[in-house]
Nanobody, 117 residues
Framework: HVQLVESGGGSVQAGGSLKLSCAPSGPITSWCGMGWYRQAPGKEREWVATITRISTTTYTDSVKGRFAIFQDNDKKTLYLRMNTLKTEDTGVYSC????????????WGQGTQVTVS
């Protein structure tokens, strides 16, 4: 049973920072990709960032230069560092995992709320 547990959300003023964490039930290196998505009220879920097993990172344009996806040295926790937050960054942030051999993310966490005012 795969579990992805996010934490670190909260309320922050525009211009502030937050760091989200995601702890998967198995080693991060067991996945070929991990990512962060977000969903704003009344909107579709939006991809935010991805990191591959070889630590290649990609970001949606709206967060480039402000957000950073990374994992800790023991490959057990995934992070999303968010700086210079904007009101449009508000939403529920979920981490996701992509098994090797799959082209899409297959597993999702419950999400953590980020509110920027």
């Amino acid at each position: 049973h795969v579990q992805l547990v996010e934490s670190g959300g909260g309320s922050v003023q525009a211009g502030g920072s937050l760091k989200l964490s995601c702890a998967p039930s198995g080693p991060i290196t067991s996945w070929c990709g991990m990512g962060w998505y977000r969903q704003a009220p009344g909107k579709e879920r939006e991809w935010v960032a991805t990191i591959t097993r070889i630590s290649t990172t990609t970001y949606t344009d709206s967060v480039k230069g402000r957000f950073a996806i990374f994992q800790d040295n023991d490959k057990k926790t995934l992070y999303l560092r968010m700086n210079t937050l904007k009101t449009e960054d508000t939403g529920v942030y979920s981490c996701a995992a992509r098994p090797c051999g799959e082209s899409n993310f297959q597993y999702w966490g419950q999400g953590t709320q980020v509110t920027v005012s």
